[in-house]
């Protein structure tokens, strides 16, 4: 009777060690459905206009990361770009450690689009320096490959005003811009 005990409780804590995984954050899963819709121009994530300066036309998101400041989607001459603001405070180290995790939630996050093969999103942290004001992660798609050549993804710590924020960037540069850098 010992033995069964003993089996399920290792069976309980595998399943449940497993189903917490690495890949299981609200961060990564907010990021994914936005990254998933992509293709859809962002349709299925778009919420209520907020207002409209020049050509630039600013919605609210369907697709909100919890904790977050404010989510948005922006179009702009038929380009899409989806802006979420993590974090805000006066504190550098307070911001630089919570820019340390949001990257670790973000690294390696498995992208698969419909029809299409997974992609990991991948990126080269680096120690954020206040005197710098702004630190930015660019991350890249392993493979690069089919829809998402033009999409970029950055997270972004930059001084404002005396506040330190935290940015998350998903937008789409043309093909022909994206090779010139």
């Known amino acids: 009777m010992t033995k069964v005990i003993w089996l399920l409780l290792f069976t309980c804590l595998t399943l ?57 989607l922006t179009s702009k001459d038929d380009a899409y770009s989806w802006n979420c603001e993590l974090f ?19 690294h390696n996050t498995i992208i698969k689009f419909e029809g299409e093969k997974p992609v990991i999103l991948n990126g080269q942290y680096e120690t954020p320096e206040k005197e710098r004001k702004q630190s930015s992660i660019f991350f890249h798609f392993l493979p690069n490959t089919g829809i998402i050549q033009k999409l970029n993804v950055e997270l972004q710590l930059q001084s404002d005003g005396g506040e330190w924020k935290i940015n998350l960037h998903v937008y789409e540069v043309p093909t022909n811009m994206k090779s010139q850098a």
């Open 16 to 72: 449940t060690t497993t189903a917490q995984g690495v890949f299981s954050n609200k961060t990564n899963a907010a990021l994914k459905k936005v990254i998933e819709d992509y293709p859809n121009r962002f349709s299925n994530i778009i919420g209520d206009r907020i207002s409209a300066i020049d050509l630039a036309v600013n919605y609210k998101s369907k697709v909100v990361i919890p904790g977050s400041v404010n989510c948005t």
């Open 88 to 106: 805000s405070s006066p504190d550098f180290e307070k911001a630089r450690s919570k820019y340390s995790d949001l990257y670790n939630e973000i």
